[in-house]
Every structure is written in C-alpha cells, then in structure tokens.
C-alpha cells in the first residue's frame, strides 16, 4: 500500500479523499455551530431592518449614495445592506469565526489529537482556511438574498441606474450586485488570516476574537488618520469600498484589483506565520 493511502473500514481511502473529507467537516463544524447561524441570522436581518425603516418613512429622505436610491429601485437595497454592513457587522462575524478556527479545537482538546499526525497539519490548515473563505462567501451572500427578498418585495424593481448615468437591465444590475458580494467576501480574507493566524497562537477562543477585533480596530484607526497617507494603500480596509467601482459603466477595476492584491498579500502573510506557527508546535 501507498504512503498516499490508509485503510478505513476494509477499504483503501486515498489522500485526497481524506483532504476532501476534511474539508467537509470543517464546513460542517463552521456553519453547525450556533453562534454562527445567529451571526448569519443577524446579517440577514440588516436588509430587513433598512427596507422597513424606509418603507415606513414613506421615503428615503435626504439619504444620501445608495440609501437615497432604495425607495425607487429595491435592487439598490442589496448593494446599502453590504455597503453599511462591510465597516463593521461583516469583519465582527469573520473575527468570530476565524478567530475560534484553531484556538475552539485547543480549548476542547481536540487539537492535539489532529497534531499527532505532522503530515496532516498542512491539510487541516488548509482545510480551516478554505472553511473560512466559504463562510465569508456565506456572509455576503446572506445578505445578497436577503436583500433581494425584502427589496422586491417592499420596493418597486426596474432598471438601474449606475453612478456614471447608464441606465442597464435589471439582470445586468442583478449580476453587478452579485460581483459586489463576491468582491466584498474576497476583501474579508485578509482578516480572515490575521484571525487564523492569532487563533494559533492561543488555546483561549475569545482571546483570539479580541485579539483579531483589536487587530481591526487599529487597523481602521490608522485609515483614518490623514498624517499617515503615505502608509494608506498597504492598509487591510482602505479600498474596501472601492466595490462601488462595479456600478460604473464601464466598470473601473484598477481600484478593486488593488484591493485584492492587498487582501492577497495580508492572506500569504498571515497564513504562512500560521502555518510555521502550527506545523513546529509543540504537542508532547
């Protein structure tokens, strides 16, 4: 028999079955965990809470941007429910879960236990960074289908007018909203790694989410600051709104490609101090 191959139950199972397998029950750990389903249930009513705040105002008022458009177009109540829900509600949920990724399993014991096989560490990171990138895909798209939902049930739909002045179909607008999403998901990998990362540090859950929020926080502050500009552009969250860019016809991507190299570079960091965090920890 291969090194490749184990026998489980009187049958060969290969590596990459195994791999898969892992995969699978990190989703299914990630998204069976309650405080993860109340996290997706309180993004899913943040479209909720702004189409009824709207639709029981009779308008939108002197809103400005997205919010200004939702009462005459409820598609533009998907792209105001990411857009207000990126600052804060999306990076708490990430730094939740990738925050309990490694330090939950160390707390409960179980860690260790994957540990005690050196050839399996790579694949069980991997396998927890894939689960986290499918719950930041998981996390925008809630908020996508919720938004769709309540805003063609409370608004009228129709045709859409982009920030240039083009007006285009309402499944074109339907398709821009849902590059949005993905934009917005691909922007919360980099916290996602800076959170797999402290969470290898630490066998204490919640350390490991304030660690991460903290992270964000003083991330954040630095954007804010004008006398750091020349530091700007390499910040985790300063082209994160740049997902607006999809809205133009043609859309400009040089701002959004940007993003995601700096999401890309924060990722490769942080997940390789994670990697060589976890494959030289000590287990004995």
């Known amino acids: 028999m291969s090194l490749s191959s184990t026998v489980e139950s009187g049958r060969r199972v290969t590596a990459g079955q195994h791999t898969l397998g892992l995969f699978r029950s990190e989703l299914r750990l990630v998204f069976g965990r309650a405080r993860t389903q109340a996290g997706l249930g309180v ?4 479209p909720l809470l702004i189409g009824i705040a709207i639709k029981l105002s009779g308008s939108d008022g002197d809103a400005q941007g997205f919010l200004g458009q939702v009462a005459g177009n409820g598609l533009f109540l998907i792209v105001a429910s990411l857009g207000l829900s990126l600052p804060f509600f999306l990076p708490t949920a990430v730094t939740v879960i990738s925050g309990e990724s490694l330090a939950g399993e160390a707390s409960l014991g179980t860690l260790r236990t994957m540990l005690t096989a050196p050839a399996g560490r790579s694949r069980l990171l991997a396998a927890k960074m894939v689960a986290l990138a499918v719950f930041c895909l998981a996390a925008t798209m809630t908020i996508w289908i919720s938004g769709l939902i309540v805003g063609f049930i409370l608004f009228p739909v129709g045709d859409v007018l982009l920030l240039s002045g083009t007006t285009v179909s309402l499944g074109e607008g339907l398709f821009r909203a849902l590059l949005i999403a993905v934009v917005i998901s691909l922007s919360l ?96």
């Open 43 to 46: 993004l899913a009513a943040v």
């Open 189 to 284: 990998l980099g916290l996602a790694g800076i959170g797999l990362f402290v969470s290898s540090l630490t066998s204490t859950p919640l350390a490991a989410m304030a660690a991460t929020f903290g992270a964000f926080i003083v991330l954040g502050i630095m954007t804010a600051i004008p006398q750091l500009h020349a530091i700007h552009p390499w910040l985790l969250m300063y082209r994160w709104q740049s997902f607006a860019d999809l809205l133009r016809d043609p859309p400009y991507w040089h701002e959004i490609v940007r993003n995601l190299l700096v999401q890309a570079a924060y990722l490769v960091v942080f997940y390789t101090a994670a990697w060589a965090r976890l494959t030289s920890r000590d287990i004995t």
